[in-house]
């Protein structure tokens, strides 16, 4: 289901396709995140339009609200936000972890309470499984326990315990070899916890590769360590993952972060970064961020970014936006948050050429060099 | 500039076209209410593909923010929002005399505070209109004085002279007839005040018209007055207003005033409840007014309105746009608000269709029995 294409002749870049129930998906790629089955802000033709060929979802979220039997009812998560490409959900391991403000790791699940309403609830590594088989992701994710940096190696150890046996659980439940149609067209990802101990993220890579799944996750990561940690340990484990596998670094990150992180070798990348900041007025342009709320944009009339094709910039000016957010007006954080997510696209599409091109160190350096400027 | 096409042959309904700078505008028209120079939530795009000819801006709103100084350097609001048909900008009046906190109505004009940061203004009728001309509208109101109901004749008979004055001075800027292009090709409309004093309506209109204005505003209605006198009032006026030009409603209303106010004889409306319910999960269809908020949509996987064409019907359900109002997402009131404003649209041109078909009464019958079921 995933064909390593090129590799970048000069280094570790990589250029693949992914196919889905619903689709290709040209790695390196970024998706978007929806996390209550919608791109916060945007409508599913803006998406669509940004050329994300796969979008991320929720399953904790998604379990909480709307719940199983309306997703049921609807026939899955891409009939009830109406996205005719491809869907990864996140099992809700991360958000277990740092939203539900009580949480209890038993052997069998997560007991946890609803962030929204302080409902208890038990999740099973097998229950998260049976939900996402009715969401029918393209891509689901096992149950894992994230934990947040920094973190005693001996709880790490511990940890990666846990997230072995409920990865273990979770791959019973498939059977591979994948058929041409139903169920299983869906993929399993194996997720990499470890921690910032490289001997740790080694063993899960063992183990979980062991087990044999659709494509690997590099999970804890960017979960309150310096940026070099980040860089050190993406490097570290994409380098001993299987060539032949999708690898995916969990909630990253900038643009800066996924430029290093295609260079290690990874392929897919979420992040809620583009749309968050793009709600608050930040804008990522080929020349470095912009806070278009500030005052010397009131009179600027060039578009957010001269060499984007967006919506946002073929039609509004920096000024006009910057009136919007001035005035708590809602389109002035769509346009942001439109042209963030074409931004990220762009940049990971121009990547793909250049390392179809074997010349995605150069497109790197002299992408940092306006950008940074 | 406007030309009456036909009369219902069974009332007083009317269809015809209004020539603007920016292209025609089919009557009866509903515009779409944009007063910070954004259609709340709403891109250009979906304004444009809702079937809007014409949208409604504030002068009073974009004199303090963004403001001449940068409305003049982007060359006007057309180009300042990206909006390639006609704008009418309203003068003020009403939110001056709604949103201010202090005001004091002098000779020359009003003194009042900002409702944003308290600063202090003066406005005259040759200022508002001058900030117009910058503005470039298509259509341009004066500043008058707007009373809220109730409110006694002889304060009305003392408004009504002030509002007639200031009438004056904002005519004598314009020349008449204009010219094929060039600032007079933006039209000037006279304001009907009067609140529910049939007689004091009748001097109004007398002197108003008096003036010669390329179309006339019923204003002052709906300022807090019992329906059946909003009904009153606006049959009286629009029965005593000059045949061949343009007659606008101000602010009005729901879809059943709309259709009432057509049947009297209006031809162009504007009004935020499209939007603003929208904002609050209230959707108007072809039967009836859906709060989608409420508890039995949540697994209602119909559109919000099975007759509607539009971008919000054609791709998402009740089901789904709950689930975003109950998650606090914006695109749920995004698509809300769409949905709305292309309601109005089609029952506008719908209503046009019916007149100039002679069979206005019996659609409206018809419309108003499924709504109202």
């Not at 979802?57 to 009939?79: F, M, Q, S, T």
């Not at 969990?250 to 793009?278: H, K, Q, Y």
């Not at 936006?321 to 005035?327: G, K, P, S, Y």
Request: with cysteine; glycine share 10%; aromatic share 10%.
């Amino acid at each position: 289901m995933f064909k390593l294409l090129h590799k970048d002749n000069s280094g570790k870049a990589r250029a693949g396709i992914l196919i889905t129930a619903h689709g290709e998906v040209h790695t390196p790629c970024f998706m978007p995140v929806g996390t209550q089955a919608t791109i916060k802000a945007l409508s599913g033709r803006e998406v669509k339009e940004s050329g994300a060929e796969m979008i991320m979802a929720n399953a904790y979220h998604l379990y909480l609200r709307p719940g199983e039997d309306i997703l049921k009812k609807a026939g899955g998560l891409h009939n009830f936000m109406s996205w005719g490409r491809s869907i990864m959900t996140d099992s809700g391991g991360y958000q277990i972890f740092s939203l539900a403000p009580l949480r209890k790791v038993k052997k069998d699940g997560v007991e946890f309470t609803s962030h929204i309403d302080g409902s208890r609830h038990f999740m099973t590594p097998e229950k998260i499984i049976e939900f996402q088989r009715i969401l029918g992701s393209d891509i689901m994710m096992p149950l894992d326990e994230c934990l947040h940096y920094p973190v005693s190696r001996s709880t790490v150890e511990e940890s990666l315990k846990t997230t072995f046996d409920w990865a273990k659980r979770s791959r019973k439940l498939l059977c591979y070899p994948c058929g041409p149609s139903g169920s299983d067209r869906q993929m399993l990802f194996g997720i990499i916890q470890g921690g910032t101990y490289p001997d740790l993220r080694k063993r899960a890579v063992e183990e979980i590769t062991g087990l044999g799944f659709d494509g690997y996750a590099i999970g804890g990561v960017a979960v309150g360590e310096p940026v070099g940690l980040i860089h050190e340990i993406t490097e570290y484990t994409a380098g001993i993952l299987p060539e032949n596998k999708i690898r995916y670094l969990m909630g990253v990150g900038t643009p800066l972060d996924m430029l290093s992180a295609i260079s290690e070798g990874v392929d897919l990348f979420d992040c809620v970064v583009p749309t968050r900041n793009g709600r608050n007025g930040q804008a990522f342009t080929s020349e470095g961020e912009l806070q278009l709320r500030n005052a010397p944009f009131k009179a600027d009339f060039r578009p957010i970014d001269e060499k984007c094709g967006c919506y946002a910039c073929r039609n509004y000016s920096r000024a006009y936006i910057r009136h919007l957010f001035n005035t708590e007006e809602i389109l002035g954080l769509r346009l942001v948050s439109l042209h963030n997510i074409c931004f990220y696209d762009k940049l990971i599409g121009d990547s793909r050429k250049a390392i179809e091109e074997n010349r995605f160190d150069g497109f790197k350096k002299e992408f940092l060099r306006r950008y940074e400027k």
